[in-house]
Nanobody, 128 residues
Framework: QVQLLESGGGLVQAGGSLRLSCAASGRTFSTLGMGWFRQAPGGGLEWVASLFGHNGNTDYVDSVKSRFTISADNDKNTLFLQMNSLKPEDTAVYYC?????????????????????WGQGTQVTVSS
């Protein structure tokens, strides 16, 4: 069993930055594939980024490339999402997700059903 707890959301003006954290417990971090998803008001769940613990590879949805960075501190079992140059359209509830069997050799990791474990979410609001 893996427990995930997000933090770091809040209200920020357009162009600002936030760093989200996701503390994981119950399993060695390096054995997990991790992801960030978001759900905007009235919208569906959108994949944002993934990081693979076994090789450190990362991937991002096109809309956040060059603005967001996913990273991890394996010693602290914590996943991060550094968000820079935030836009109003980034407003959403952000969720951390994890799975011990996440495959990096296909695009399946971009789908929410690839992840067994989820955090409770943290709200990010970007004002214009």
């Amino acid at each position: 069993q893996v427990q995930l707890l997000e933090s770091g959301g809040g209200l920020v003006q357009a162009g600002g930055s936030l760093r989200l954290s996701c503390a994981a417990s119950g399993r060695t971090f390096s054995t997990l594939g991790m992801g960030w998803f978001r759900q905007a008001p009235g919208g569906g769940l959108e994949w944002v980024a993934s990081l693979f613990g076994h090789n450190g590879n990362t991937d991002y949805v096109d809309s956040v490339k060059s603005r967001f960075t996913i990273s991890a501190d394996n010693d602290k079992n914590t996943l991060f999402l550094q968000m820079n140059s935030l836009k109003p359209e980034d407003t959403a509830v952000y969720y951390c997700a994890a799975d011990p069997n996440l495959a990096s050799d296909s695009n399946g990791y971009r789908k929410d059903e690839a992840y067994d474990y989820w955090g409770q979410g943290t709200q990010v609001t970007v004002s214009s």
